[in-house]
Each structure stands twice: as C-alpha cells, then as structure tokens.
C-alpha cells in the first residue's frame, strides 16, 4: 500500500515544514542577536573567517580562474560570428560580476565550509557538547553559531570579490594573448559598461545574502539534525543540497529585484 | 593553529578583499582612469561624434596610442570639441588629421589619427583641425533609400 501511505505523508509533510520555517527563522534570529551574548568572542569570530575564508581562497582562485578563461572562450566564439569581438570584455566582466561571481562563490562555499559547518555541530549535537555547554551557563547560540553565522557573512563578499577578480583577469589572459582581441578595447569596453554601483556592488550585496542564507542552513541543519551517526551524515547532505537549491532560487529573486 | 598566526592570516585576507575591490573599482568600474596619466593632451573639433565616450581609444594605424578624455560642446562654432591624452612617446606632426571610425559594424568608436609629412610637431594642448566627423549609419540608410526611391522613378 506504498501508494495509499503517498497522500498522507505529503500532507504531514508539508504540515511539518511550515513549523520547521518558524523554527529554523527562530535560531537564526537568536544567533543573530547573540552577538549582544557576552560569550560572543572576536577570537572565535576570527577562527572561523580563517576557517571559511583563508582555507577556501587557493579553491575559489583556481574555480574562478577557469570560469574565466571558458568565459573569454565562449563569449569569442559567439560575438566572432558578429564581428563583434570588441564586445568581449564587457561580456566577461558583467557575467563575472553581476552572476557567475555570487553564485558560483556560494555554491562552492557551500560545498567547502557549509557541510563542513553542519558535520561539526551535528556531531556536537550527537555527543552532547551542546547541552553540555548549557549546563555550565555558556549560550551555545553566542559560543558556537553565531560566530560562524557571521563569518560566513563576512567571508562570502570577500570571496566574491577575488572570484570577480581572479575570473576577469582568467577571461582577458584568454581573449587577449590568445584568442587576440584588442587589449585597450577590451578593458575601455569593460569600463564604459560596468557601473561601479550598479555592477560591482550589486553582485556584492548579492553575495551578502548567499553567505547568510548558506551558513543559515547549514548551521540550521547541524542544529535540528538526529543526534546520531546516521542523523549527522543525513544533515550533511541535506544542508549542501538545501543551500545549493537556496542560492539559484535566491538568485532569480534577487536578479529580478536588482537589475531591472 | 595560534592566534596571532590566525590574526594574521585573517587580516590578509580582509586586506586581499579590500585589494581587489580597489582594482575592480578602478580598473573594471568607470571610478577613475589611470591608463594614460603622463601622456599629453591634444584637441578636435568633430562637427559630429557619434557616439564616441570618454576612455575611447585613439588610434593610429590600428595601435592604441591614447585615449579621449573629455568630449566638450563650443558654444561658438557649434562644433565638438575632443580632449585626448596621447602617449608622451608619440610625437605628430603639425598637419595631423583626426576621423571617428566605427571597429566593425557594430563595434565602438574610436579616433583615427592619420599622420601628416610636416617637419613640425604638434605642441601639447594645440588642437588638430583636419577632422572628418562619425559616419551616421542611419543617415546612410536613410539617402540610400531616398536615392532608390527617387532613380525608379
């Protein structure tokens, strides 16, 4: 009767989730506040942006590297047709900076740092270091989330920033050197058509609220996970597949709202 | 891991952040320009320009040599008047001439700069008189018509 049993648990499912959403919009909002906490350490802070950040940068320079390159590959073979190869730079850098540079930086920081951040606290959870720090009056909220709550916000900007960077200069050592597109129109094109408002800092704020949603759901699922070995490996996957969906799905809201 | 190992590495990686938001405001953004600061400046008069920008390149036989600064409007003649910034180790002759050409079909524009024979350089700051002004696609359409239209007849 598998088939009878598929209406009633898509129900209690979808009955599950909504509670879930407070739930999990809840322990975000006390991280968030937990900074106030006077267990919040800056040390701590500093741990995990070396943590997320420092340890992901040599990944983020050689992904962003080759997103360049395939970019000043592509872009060429198509304006080529045209004639318009002039074009090139432009075309690099406005996919770099307002796309490819955010989401590919959050999906690969979710890759690199968000299940590493859920297999932590899902294994803190099952050994009960978090009771454990409640029954000795440390806030778990201050000691342990929030400071990788916000060095994932703080980190994922930074990240983008030299994803755009490294990429751009991937996409010119292509076009330029080898596919041989004129040096000087590569870049006057690129500067006469990306705004530093309306270009750069977009993609950033954009990548401001992957970091957030990211290592919102993956400490969400460290924290709800099933305090078992199997439970751990389940939250795991679950937090990379949930914030990889979360950021494409984020993405369009955002390039909607932004870019119009 | 130590802490004051931590604290430097975390403080590189803020500053590497900085760095290349820098670089990318200036160099990717239109914030400022810094490619051809220590050239000198030239002018032209256009009595059309298209749609020539500012850090257009200026050419000559094909080889970038400067770029347009400033594109002004002479409230006297009417005229466009274009400031460019050439490279110090290009020195042109009094009888230069100066066109706006169009890379490809669709492509930008530019400023071609066609050398003349005089013994006499250009002072910086002088202005090149001998201009022929951007080549108005639509216009061209638009006689190309007409013409058509009025030879059947």
Known sequence: MAFLDFVPNLGRRVLLTIPNLGAATRFLLRSLVAVLNRHF????????????????????????????????????????????????????????????????????????????????????????????????????????????????????????VIFDLVGIFGGYLISVPVLGVDGGTFWAQMQSNVTFSGDILTGLFKALCFGLVVTWIAAWQGYAAQPTAEGVGNATTRSVVTASLAVLGLDFILTALLFT | MEKRAIDWWVGIFVLLGIAALVVLALRVGNLSG????????????????????????????????????????????????????????????????????????????????????????????????????????????????????SGSK
């Open chain 1, 41 to 160: 350490s800056i040390q701590q802070l500093l741990k995990q942006v070396y943590g997320f950040g420092v340890r992901s940068l040599l990944l983020m320079m050689i992904a962003a590297f080759f997103t360049g390159m395939v970019l000043g590959f592509q872009g060429y073979y198509a304006l080529v047709r045209f004639g318009a190869t002039s074009a090139l730079g432009t075309l690099v850098a406005l996919s770099l900076l307002r796309e490819l540079g955010p989401v590919l930086t959050a999906l690969l920081f979710a890759g690199r740092a968000g299940s590493a951040l859920t297999a932590e606290i899902s294994s803190m959870k099952a050994t009960e270091q978090l009771s454990a720090m409640e029954m000795m009056a440390v806030n778990p909220f201050a000691w342990v989330v929030a400071p990788r709550l916000w060095a994932g916000i703080i980190v994922v900007p930074i990240l983008c």
């Open chain 2, 34 to 149: 810094f490619a051809y600061n220590d050239g000198y400046v030239l002018h032209a008069d256009f009595s059309n320009v298209g749609s020539l920008k500012v850090r257009s390149p200026v050419r000559l036989g094909g080889v970038t040599i400067g770029e347009v600064t400033h594109i002004g409007m002479n409230p006297k003649t009417f005229m466009a008047n274009v400031t460019m910034r050439i490279e110090p180790k290009v020195k042109l002759p009094m009888d230069t001439g100066a066109s706006i050409y169009t890379a490809g079909l669709l492509g930008e524009q530019y400023v071609a700069i066609q050398p003349g024979g005089m013994p006499q350089n250009l002072k910086p700051g002088s202005t090149i008189t001998m201009t022929q002004s951007a080549v108005n696609l639509d216009q061209l359409i638009g006689q190309m018509v007409f013409n058509k239209a």
